[in-house]
């Protein structure tokens, strides 16, 4: 494998840098790096004459090459986020409205313990252990409590 990768890999990286754009998401390296890794776990196909194992990584290097090509003719342009324009929906403000209400209905529906348990837990902002030992309940009861009225809120949003 050092003898193929000493023979070869400057005139496949020639090669492959002619064949790959300036600014190619593959560049010509990583191309020369996966054509070796091919002929390393194939290297009982390798042939063993010199001309013969050029002609194969040749091979494999251009169809490399060119499946790298087609991804990028295949995926969508990519678009930093500066250039996008970051304009609300027409109908975001009404689904805001709603989401909150439907949102103030589900907790509204919640049991007191829950819904204490919820709020110093989402609101306040303290870990489960502080929930515990604030409300004076076991650690098991808050994460039980918690469990239940999150799912009872994301049924109710997931079904508004």
């Given amino acids: 494998m050092r003898d193929l990768h000493r023979d070869n890999v400057s005139a496949l990286l020639r090669y492959l840098r002619r064949l790959t754009p300036p600014g190619a998401p593959c560049t010509a390296e990583d191309l020369v790096q996966e ?3 091919r002929a390393w776990r194939n290297l009982d196909q390798v042939p063993t004459d010199p001309e ?3 002609r194969w990584l040749f091979t494999v290097a251009r169809r490399l090459a060119i499946d790298a090509y087609r991804k990028t003719q295949t995926r969508p342009v990519e678009v930093g986020l500066a250039e996008t324009e970051l304009t609300a929906s027409t109908n975001a403000a009404a689904e ?3 989401a909150s209400l439907t949102l103030r209905h589900a907790v509204g529906q919640l049991g007191a313990g829950h819904r204490s ?3 110093e837990l989402y609101v306040n902002g303290y870990s ?3 929930v515990a030992d604030r409300l004076g309940l076991p650690v098991g009861t808050v994460k039980s409590r918690a469990h239940y ?3 009872h809120l994301r049924n109710a949003l997931m079904n508004s």
């Fill in 35 to 37: 054509t070796m890794l």
């Fill in 52 to 54: 013969r194992q050029r």
């Fill in 96 to 98: 805001t409205a709603i």
């Fill in 117 to 119: 348990v919820l709020l």
């Fill in 128 to 130: 489960v252990d502080e």
């Fill in 149 to 151: 009225g999150v799912r």
